[in-house]
């Protein structure tokens, strides 16, 4: 298993980004795919899941209605549109999947909201 992440950096307050993760070495449209974040000196937290075939989603309560996750099972492809990102938001955004009794990992992309 592995993935491949990008799309992190330096945004303003207000600012957007999209976060994007290749995975490969499984059968991705079959399992459903997280990204979780962490910030300095926290725990790691989860931002949002996507199951597999039906693609229902579902969100920490303070991304709601300002994250968006999708997935691409053709490009084997888990998104996270960001939109109005605050400072408290500064954090390294990890994808996960679990398969069976296994968690894996991305190796993370750091956004950073500051002025």
């Known amino acids: 298993v592995k993935f491949v992440e990008s799309g992190g950096g330096l945004v303003q307050p207000g600012g957007s980004l999209r976060l994007s993760c290749a995975a490969s070495?499984?059968?991705?449209?079959?399992?459903?795919m997280s990204w979780y974040r962490q910030a300095p000196e926290k725990e790691r937290e989860l931002v949002a899941t996507?199951?597999?075939?039906?693609?229902?989603?579902n969100y920490a309560d303070s991304m709601k209605g300002r994250f968006t996750i999708s997935r691409d099972n053709a490009k084997n492809t888990v998104y996270l549109q960001m939109n109005s990102l605050k400072p408290e938001d500064t954090a390294v955004y990890y994808c996960?999947?679990?398969?069976?009794?296994?968690?894996?990992w991305g190796q993370g992309t750091q956004v950073t909201v500051s002025s």
């Open positions: 996507i199951t597999g075939a039906s693609a229902s989603t």
């Open positions: 070495g499984f059968t991705f449209s079959s399992f459903a």
């Open positions: 996960h999947t679990k398969l069976g009794f296994h968690s894996y």
